[in-house]
């Protein structure tokens, strides 16, 4: 475990920072690339431990991967969709995106599989994702209650199902998704609300058939389609989103961040900073891209208070710590109402972000299903605070850390690894005493 000590002066952002390439399109790039016939080669690729843990658990089922870190390349030689089978078990940690993904490949596939995970996953139930798969015709057997480990015996013969969303987890979807694509007939989600789509438009891209609309996806069948595809992955916006909440909250600031992913789906939380009162500028937007992306030109500014609806979250699932943040320092009060899915998929996000924020004299109302935080809070250092290896509220207290001369302790900050392993360092370089 490490430690962080922030400094004993109150920051202001300028420069320019180029953050990693988006985590959450790498996992499928790697995973489509894997399951298709031929070859994959994905550019702005950055190796962070999540996608290490992703990478070598398609090496283990067959996949051929070799990774040039020095110019962020990596290049994929499918299985197309012929899993080696294994004796060991597939140990994915505590990487949710791929267990959700993983499970949806296996599903169609005849060899059993034993599925492996840290402690927050060995926690986790997986049941929701699980009874769709055995509706389609796989099994499985869970190891330990019902979180991993488990063993998953897929079917080649998988059959479509019609699954009405419950809860809007794109997680769920993905795994979904994924299954459908090696069914024998059309997979239908009946839409709660839309989320994050990085799955479906990449499992298009690399030749699947799925149709989507605000109310339902439908996964055709016709896996053979699949086939390697040159890729360039954007800026990750959520590791971008630290540098946009700082610079918007402390005065003076100003940077540039280029080339980072502008999915309509994920900006959530530009969404939320325009309904807060800022004006941010983007330029040099994508032309014929498979993910857009353009140039964000972020300024200070003064924020106020604003509602935030349920059919937000989805879009903001990543950036909650922020947002609240971001409002403790804008005039009036903002209310972020419909969390109740959110709660299902982040209580531990959601509880370890008040409590750590109570630290620095931020004080917010929680409940199951909003949050309510006042505005013009001034940072007030009551105790170190902690990350409880979760990288976005690592990333957040950083932030934080700018508002106030009084320096503190950002335990477990190496959570940050999990998505940007350069972060303290990029976040030094545009640090300008205030």
Do not use: W
């Not at 059309?186 to 690399?206: C, D, G, M, S």
């Not at 309904?275 to 106020?304: C, T």
């Amino acid at each position: 475990m490490f430690d962080y000590n922030t400094r004993p002066s109150k920051f202001k952002f300028q420069g320019e920072v180029t953050v990693p390439g988006d985590k959450s399109i790498a996992h499928r790039a790697i995973i489509f690339g894997a399951l298709a016939k031929g070859v994959t080669q994905i550019s702005n690729f950055t190796y962070s431990y999540d996608l290490a843990v992703t990478a070598k658990i398609f090496q283990q089922l067959g996949a051929k991967i070799h990774t040039e870190i020095s110019n962020n390349d990596m290049i994929i030689k499918g299985v197309d969709h012929k899993f080696k089978p294994l004796d060991e078990p597939l140990n994915i940690d505590n990487v949710g995106t791929l267990e959700s993904l993983l499970l949806g490949a296996l599903a169609s596939s005849n060899n059993p599989y034993e599925i492996r995970g840290g402690d927050y996953l060995s926690k986790r139930s997986a049941t929701d994702l699980l009874n769709l798969f055995k509706k389609m015709g796989a099994n499985y057997q869970f190891l330990s209650d019902e979180t991993l480990p488990l063993k998953i015996q897929g079917n080649d013969n998988l059959k479509g199902i019609t699954y009405q969303q419950d809860i809007s987890s794109a997680q769920i979807k993905g795994g979904l998704v994924m299954a459908g694509i090696f069914a024998n007939s059309e997979t239908k989600i009946i839409r709660k609300l839309p989320t994050r789509n990085h799955t479906e438009v990449l499992a298009n891209y690399f030749g699947a058939d799925v149709s989507v609309d605000p109310d339902i996806i439908v996964v055709h069948p016709g896996h053979s389609r699949l086939k390697g595809q040159d890729l360039t992955i954007p800026g990750d916006f959520s590791s971008a989103a630290a540098y946009i909440a700082g610079a918007l909250i402390s005065p003076d600031s100003q940077i540039t961040l280029p080339k980072v992913g502008l999915n309509e789906t994920r900006i959530g939380l530009l969404n939320v900073a325009k309904q807060m009162g800022a004006k941010i500028q983007i330029e040099n937007r994508s032309v014929d891209s498979v993910e857009p992306f353009g140039d964000l030109i972020i300024k200070y500014q003064q924020l106020h208070g604003t509602e935030i609806n349920a059919k937000q979250i989805p879009f903001i699932i990543d950036e909650i710590p922020l947002i609240a943040l971001m409002a403790s320092q804008a005039k009036g009060q903002t209310v972020i109402r419909g969390i109740h899915d959110a709660h299902l998929q982040i209580s531990d996000r959601i509880r370890n972000m008040r409590v750590e924020l109570a630290k620095l004299g931020i004080v917010m109302q929680v409940n199951d299903d909003y949050i309510v935080i006042q505005g013009e809070q001034k940072v007030v250092v009551k105790d170190d605070v902690d990350s409880h290896n979760d990288h976005r509220i690592a990333m957040m207290l950083c932030v934080a850390s700018i508002l106030t001369d009084t320096p503190f302790k950002i335990k477990n900050i190496e959570a940050i690894d999990i998505s940007y392993p350069g972060f303290i360092s990029d976040f030094k370089k545009i640090l300008v005493a205030r």
